[in-house]
């Protein structure tokens, strides 16, 4: 065993003990992405890589939301640092959304938000996702119901109504992300919600919300009144 070797052994034990003792608060973001780096990485010291990926993305959220191209621009980072740089964001993802079905969606707003912005806010493409909910507001289902240009999808409302008869849902709640980052809804997001809401209207379906998703913030049409 070289002294580096022994070395980095000694750190990487380190790091993981003060990590289980529960201090992880206090741990800086290049040490957090060290112990998710020692997933992909064995042997050798991963802290120069942990932080050359935070300088490259601008900070942790941004790493582990950029995409599988971008990843690979980096010096050292290969198939298994980016499952284990995926996983984490999954695992988050899963994690909020069982959440979210142990309890009433509408009595669990900031969860839902929380959940929506981990799956949807660093997209570089739209997707126009619903929510299908039963008569006590429990998800039944979220489905990716289209998805398109980096800009706008195509939403056809006669979809919707088929996939909320199939779920025998009797409220929805619409999703969209804006890569833009800008969640002012437009006028073609408006008409859209609009056709979807009259529509299920046909078949008693409530449109609770449509919620825009950007990088930082998100827009609610029902607080503003659009619904």
Not at 1 to 20: C, K, Y
Not at 191 to 197: C, D, P, Y
Request: charged share 20%; with cysteine; proline share 3%.
């Amino acid at each position: 065993m070289t002294i580096d070797h022994f070395l980095n052994h000694g750190h990487r034990q380190r790091l993981r003990e003060r990590f289980i003792a529960a201090s992880f608060a206090s741990l800086p973001d290049y040490e957090i992405l060290e112990i998710i780096l020692f997933l992909a990485k064995p042997r050798g010291d991963v802290k120069p890589l942990a932080k050359k990926m935070l300088a490259e993305f601008g900070s942790f959220q941004g790493v582990i939301n950029a995409s599988k191209d971008k990843l690979l621009t980096i010096s050292g980072v290969g198939e298994a640092v980016i499952s284990a740089i995926k996983i984490i964001k999954e695992s988050a993802s899963r994690s909020l959304r069982d959440e979210i079905q142990a309890a009433p969606v509408l009595g669990s707003w900031s969860l839902l938000i929380d959940y929506l912005k981990v799956s949807m806010a660093h997209l570089k493409t739209e997707q126009f996702r619903i929510l299908y909910l039963d008569r006590k507001n429990m998800l039944v289902a979220d489905e990716l119901q289209e998805y398109g240009t980096i800009d706008q999808t195509a939403v056809y409302p006669r979809e919707i109504v088929k996939r909320a008869l199939f779920h025998e849902a009797s409220a929805l709640i619409l999703v969209h992300n804006h890569p833009s980052g800008n969640v002012k809804p437009s006028q073609a997001d408006i008409n859209m919600t609009n056709k979807i809401t009259k529509a299920c209207n046909v078949i008693n379906v409530i449109i609770h919300d449509h919620v825009i998703i950007g990088k930082n913030n998100y827009y609610s049409f029902r607080s503003h009144l659009l619904i």
